[in-house]
């Protein structure tokens, strides 16, 4: 598939995200993600629909673990 095959079918996917039956997270809360290794901590708000991240990289340049996702507050 050429480059430009699949940028028109993420466009295509992308124009029907609004109108899909999925988790709209938006205006939500706000999603905490901690790192168990350094404990760092992160706050999320999400502007897409769709599926909030179970795992994120930690945002440490120290560290570079993985930052699950606690709550929502």
Known sequence: MSE???????DALVKRVPGERMYDGRDKGVDVYICKKCGA???TRYKD???TPFTIACRNKDC???MMHE???
């Open 64 to 66: 570079k673990e993985v």
């Open 41 to 43: 901590v992160v706050y």
């Open 4 to 10: 430009k095959e699949l940028k028109q079918k993420y």
């Open 49 to 51: 629909k769709g599926v």
């Open 71 to 73: 709550k929502t507050i």
